[in-house]
């Protein structure tokens, strides 16, 4: 395959290009999280689980579009669509009726069904959930600083090369 060839079918690849757009700014996605990070830890009740998806959905599809081209990007997009992957699956299983929302005095508690195979009625507290949740909005905070444009990938390929502007 020539050169012109190649090029020419990077243009058709199906991932777009790695750059935040009007549309999707990496600071943007970044303020939407926390803001739906912040409402899913308020008024907690038997849709939370629901609400987990919902969460994810965003993320996974915003991870799932975007091919990174640095070593530290295509870590983070991995480390994203593993834990987006896991909270949605653990999304869908809790809503099957597995996991339930109970309060217990001040608390709010997730009850494993009484009659699921393991740890039957054992509770935690829902706010563990939510703050393992927070690691995404931890790792959606780091991926503004991780990237780098092309512009800066341009400035450090000539630093590496000895051709300092």
Request: charged fraction near 15%; charge should be negative; proline fraction near 4%.
């Amino acid at each position: 395959m020539s050169n012109q060839a190649k090029v020419e079918l990077d243009h058709v690849h199906a991932y777009p290009s790695d750059e935040p757009t009007v549309f999707n700014h990496l600071w943007a996605r970044f303020a939407y999280t926390i803001i739906a990070w912040t409402i899913l830890g308020l008024g907690i009740n038997l849709g939370f689980f629901t609400s987990l998806i919902l969460f994810f959905t965003p993320l996974a599809m915003d991870y799932l579009r975007f091919k990174p081209d640095t070593k530290l990007r295509i870590i983070a997009r991995r480390v994203g669509l593993v834990t987006c992957g896991f909270w949605a699956a653990f999304g869908f299983i809790a809503s099957s009726g597995v996991f339930t929302i109970v309060p217990e005095g001040e608390n709010i508690m997730v009850m494993v069904a009484k009659n699921f195979v393991v740890f039957s009625g054992e509770t935690f507290p829902v706010m563990i959930i939510w703050c393992i949740v927070g690691f995404n909005v931890f790792l959606t905070g780091i991926d503004p600083f991780i990237y780098q444009s092309k512009l800066e990938q341009i400035v450090i390929a000539g630093k590496e090369t000895g051709l300092e502007g």
